[in-house]
Protein backbone atom coordinates (compact mmCIF):
# COMPACT_ATOMS: atom_id res chain seq x y z
CA UNK A 1 0.00 0.00 0.00
CA UNK A 2 3.23 2.73 0.83
CA UNK A 3 4.58 1.54 -2.25
CA UNK A 4 1.14 2.18 -4.40
CA UNK A 5 0.43 5.66 -2.67
CA UNK A 6 3.93 6.86 -2.99
CA UNK A 7 4.58 6.95 0.99
CA UNK A 8 7.94 6.84 1.70
CA UNK A 9 9.05 6.35 5.60
CA UNK A 10 12.35 5.34 7.61
CA UNK A 11 11.97 3.12 10.83
CA UNK A 12 15.02 2.87 13.36
CA UNK A 13 15.35 -0.29 14.95
CA UNK A 14 17.03 -0.22 18.07
CA UNK A 15 18.99 -3.67 19.67
CA UNK A 16 18.19 -3.58 23.08
CA UNK A 17 18.35 -6.53 25.72
CA UNK A 18 15.18 -8.56 26.94
CA UNK A 19 15.04 -6.70 29.98
CA UNK A 20 14.93 -3.03 28.53
CA UNK A 21 12.77 -4.61 26.03
CA UNK A 22 10.16 -6.10 28.16
CA UNK A 23 10.41 -2.71 30.14
CA UNK A 24 9.42 -0.79 27.00
CA UNK A 25 6.61 -3.08 26.17
CA UNK A 26 5.23 -2.94 29.92
CA UNK A 27 5.79 1.09 29.61
CA UNK A 28 3.45 1.34 25.95
CA UNK A 29 0.84 -1.55 27.55
CA UNK A 30 0.49 0.87 30.26
CA UNK A 31 -0.33 3.74 27.58
CA UNK A 32 -2.19 1.32 25.91
CA UNK A 33 -4.75 0.73 28.77
CA UNK A 34 -5.58 4.21 29.83
CA UNK A 35 -4.31 6.64 26.89
CA UNK A 36 -3.65 9.95 28.11
CA UNK A 37 -5.17 13.12 25.81
CA UNK A 38 -3.01 14.03 23.11
CA UNK A 39 -1.78 17.27 22.15
CA UNK A 40 0.35 18.30 18.76
CA UNK A 41 2.77 20.56 20.13
CA UNK A 42 3.85 18.48 23.25
CA UNK A 43 2.36 15.31 24.82
CA UNK A 44 2.21 13.94 21.77
CA UNK A 45 2.88 10.30 20.15
CA UNK A 46 6.25 11.27 19.91
CA UNK A 47 6.11 12.57 23.80
CA UNK A 48 4.79 8.98 25.03
CA UNK A 49 7.49 6.61 23.05
CA UNK A 50 9.68 9.08 24.72
CA UNK A 51 8.63 8.26 28.03
CA UNK A 52 8.55 4.49 27.37
CA UNK A 53 12.28 4.48 26.03
CA UNK A 54 13.32 6.31 29.35
CA UNK A 55 11.16 3.94 31.66
CA UNK A 56 13.02 1.26 29.78
CA UNK A 57 16.58 3.16 30.37
CA UNK A 58 17.30 3.11 26.48
CA UNK A 59 17.43 7.87 26.94
CA UNK A 60 17.84 9.34 29.98
CA UNK A 61 16.08 12.21 29.49
CA UNK A 62 12.96 13.79 27.03
CA UNK A 63 13.19 15.06 23.54
CA UNK A 64 15.15 17.95 22.93
CA UNK A 65 13.36 20.74 21.30
CA UNK A 66 10.19 20.27 19.73
CA UNK A 67 8.38 16.95 20.59
CA UNK A 68 8.41 15.58 16.98
CA UNK A 69 9.24 12.19 15.05
CA UNK A 70 12.24 13.75 13.74
CA UNK A 71 13.62 15.54 16.78
CA UNK A 72 12.87 11.49 18.84
CA UNK A 73 14.16 10.04 15.81
CA UNK A 74 17.86 11.85 16.24
CA UNK A 75 17.73 11.24 20.17
CA UNK A 76 17.49 7.96 19.51
CA UNK A 77 20.05 7.54 16.93
CA UNK A 78 22.95 9.75 19.13
CA UNK A 79 22.02 7.72 22.04
CA UNK A 80 22.13 4.46 20.49
CA UNK A 81 24.88 5.16 17.54
CA UNK A 82 26.17 1.06 18.03
CA UNK A 83 22.69 -0.23 18.67
CA UNK A 84 20.67 1.15 15.74
CA UNK A 85 19.77 0.98 12.36
CA UNK A 86 17.49 2.98 9.82
CA UNK A 87 15.80 1.61 6.94
CA UNK A 88 14.19 3.90 4.77
CA UNK A 89 11.34 3.36 2.24
CA UNK A 90 8.22 1.37 1.60
CA UNK A 91 7.58 0.14 4.87
CA UNK A 92 5.21 -2.95 5.31
CA UNK A 93 3.92 -5.02 8.32
CA UNK A 94 2.34 -8.43 7.93
CA UNK A 95 1.15 -10.32 10.67
CA UNK A 96 3.66 -13.40 12.51
CA UNK A 97 3.08 -16.18 14.93
CA UNK A 98 5.50 -14.16 16.76
CA UNK A 99 4.13 -10.15 16.37
CA UNK A 100 4.31 -8.36 13.03
CA UNK A 101 7.20 -8.86 9.95
CA UNK A 102 8.58 -5.48 9.18
CA UNK A 103 9.77 -5.41 4.99
CA UNK A 104 11.78 -2.17 3.19
CA UNK A 105 11.17 -1.88 -0.45
Not at 20 to 40: G, I, K, N, T, V
Not at 41 to 62: D, H, K, P, Q, V
Not at 66 to 89: F, I, M, V
Amino acid sequence: MAETMGVVSTILVLKVGAGRARAFDQAWAALDADPPAFWLAGANCSTRASRAFREAAILSCGIPGLDSPDNLYRQLRKACPTRSESHSGFIGFSPTNAGHAVTVG
